[in-house]
């Protein structure tokens, strides 16, 4: 056996269900590639969930030789790997590996891409099957998804697949413009636009967590959810992204995609198991119920933040306007709340507050379904000190299902509020990236954005662009290490409700 060939070994064990493939990466020497996408390949791999033979051609500006390129890799498993790294079949994993110099505005480097991609897969004997992953700057998207196309890159005789990274597009006309590009290269169904939080295991086993669950199906009833609050907190700052995230704003960064997805998720409520067809479809139908917030609702359904100064864990943090490379006079968000409502059968009436901000108190995505007050038949029964029932779905950093519940304390004879919590071990569970990346492998494309999903999260957002464009709704401010803006407790007060 050739220990450097990954296409020759024997490992009866190596999955053989998953077709032959090449992964060519756009971005090979960026971010993403070396702390997520790298690992994640590895952990495919030592899982046995990539396929019997494969090659990976990594592109990027910068000229290095396959063997620098193969060390950065394995420095990369070494450094963000979730699991250790495995001496034993690291050698055939990373012979995977070419790396090819790219300019990708120049149609000469597609024809040696090509010229490399046809060599690994003779020697490997491979299928034509190509899986291309865009980790680039935006502007370079449909550049890249035209030269392929043109240069006959992505024309074989086998299947082709494209994943792009967000963000698809700075606004609904923009993102639709980047679509059409994208259509003259791939179909629809050849396009993969990933949304990290779709990857995240909580949000892929909503669903079934309550199918199989039949006590949590049971509280999906319209008659006993108070409301919804979905929240997405960071600790961190705009670190050294301002170039982008001054531009973008939570509103695109994290609303657009992140946010609306778990909406899209939280509300889906299908009935049995469903096909991934079924998924999509119930996912535009909520985005296509979503109530516009309208012009004369701003001030009271959204609030719009940027952290100032402040302290995160005892130590000064400045503030936004002060971060390297944010203008002083910067009008971006840093935070968003809102109060939403989906017109459907179901969830009519029933809102949900969204929020995320960065430079919060806590690193914490999930969401809590807060029930309704004890029936009205027990009207002539006062107890002190009664909370709402809550069911909270810790998505992360760690995974766990929480009720709340009124306990009696016997010593006061008082009702208080105590949760119960069932947590997984999420110590060495695979990350969003592989589990996305598996799927796109085996041409499952439940868990990734539509074009129509995107196409109407950008809709609902648009009116929203314009009002903070024309400074319509004033942008408050929040110390760093604070729970958010004042304000946004008191969209919630409004309703009488507090965040969870
Ligand atoms: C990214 C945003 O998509 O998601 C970042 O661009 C944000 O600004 C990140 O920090 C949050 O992801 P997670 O998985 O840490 O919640």
Redesign the pocket.
């Known amino acids: 056996m050739d220990s450097k060939n990954p296409s020759s070994h024997t490992e009866e064990k190596r999955n053989t269900s998953i077709q032959g493939m090449t992964v060519v990466l756009f971005g090979a020497t960026g971010d993403l590639a070396k702390r997520k996408l790298y690992p994640a390949l590895y952990n495919l791999y030592v899982d046995n969930k990539m396929p019997e033979a494969f090659s990976v051609v990594g592109l990027g500006r910068t000229p290095y030789t396959d063997d620098v390129f193969l060390a950065k890799v394995e420095q990369s498993l070494r450094t963000y790997s979730r699991g250790n790294v495995q001496e034993e079949g690291l050698q055939r994993f990373l012979s995977a590996f070419r790396y090819c110099t790219f300019d990708a505005t120049e149609l000469k480097s597609y024809e040696k891409l090509k010229g490399l991609i046809e060599q690994r897969e003779r020697e490997l004997n491979l299928p034509e099957n190509r899986l291309f992953y865009l980790s680039v700057a935006p502007g370079l998207i449909d550049v890249i998804t035209s030269n392929l196309n043109t240069s006959g890159v992505s024309q074989s005789s086998g299947w082709k697949r494209l994943i792009v990274e967000?963000?698809f597009g700075s606004d609904l006309a923009s993102a639709r413009e980047l679509n059409e590009k994208l259509r003259t290269a791939f179909h629809e169904d050849e396009i993969y636009r990933i949304?990290?939080?779709l990857g995240?295991p909580m949000v892929q086993n909503l669903e079934t967590l309550i199918l199989v669950n039949p006590v949590l199906d049971s509280l999906f009833n319209h008659k006993l959810i108070a409301n919804v609050q979905i929240t997405?907190s960071?600790t961190?700052g705009?670190?050294t992204?301002a170039a982008?995230?001054d531009k973008?704003g939570?509103i695109r960064?994290?609303v657009q995609?992140?946010m609306l997805q778990l909406v899209m998720m939280t509300a889906l409520h299908l009935p049995k198991k469903a096909q991934p067809e079924e998924i999509r479809t119930q996912k535009v139908n909520i985005m296509e119920a979503l109530r516009p917030i309208q012009e004369e609702n701003l001030q009271t359904d959204l609030i719009r933040g940027q952290y100032g100064k402040g302290d995160l864990f005892g130590i000064d943090v400045p503030a936004y306007r002060e971060e390297p490379g944010v203008p002083l006079s910067s009008m971006n968000d840093t935070y968003i709340a809102a109060r939403l409502f989906i017109d459907n059968e179901f969830w009519k009436g029933i809102p949900f507050y969204i929020r995320t901000g960065?430079r919060l108190d806590k690193?914490s995505?999930r969401i809590v379904f807060e029930f309704k007050e004890r029936p009205t038949h027990l009207e002539d029964y006062h107890p002190e000190g009664l909370a709402p029932n809550l069911l909270i779905l810790e998505?992360?950093?760690n995974e766990s299902i929480s009720l709340q519940v009124n306990m009696k304390d016997p010593s006061t004879n008082r009702f208080q509020p105590s949760t119960i919590t069932f947590t997984t071990n999420t110590s060495n569970q695979p990350e969003?990236y592989e589990l996305l990346l598996h799927d796109a492998m085996l041409g499952n494309a439940t868990f990734f954005a539509n074009w129509k999903e995107v196409e109407l999260s950008w809709q609902w957002i648009q009116p929203l662009l314009e009002a903070f464009e024309a400074n319509r709704l004033p942008l408050v401010t929040y110390p760093a290490g604070s729970t958010g803006p004042k304000e946004a407790k008191q969209l919630l007060a409004n309703d009488h409700v507090n965040w969870w």
């Open positions: 967000k963000p949304d990290h939080y995240k997405a960071e961190v705009v670190e992204r982008y995230y973008a939570a960064d994290m995609n992140h960065k690193k995505t998505i992360s950093p969003a």
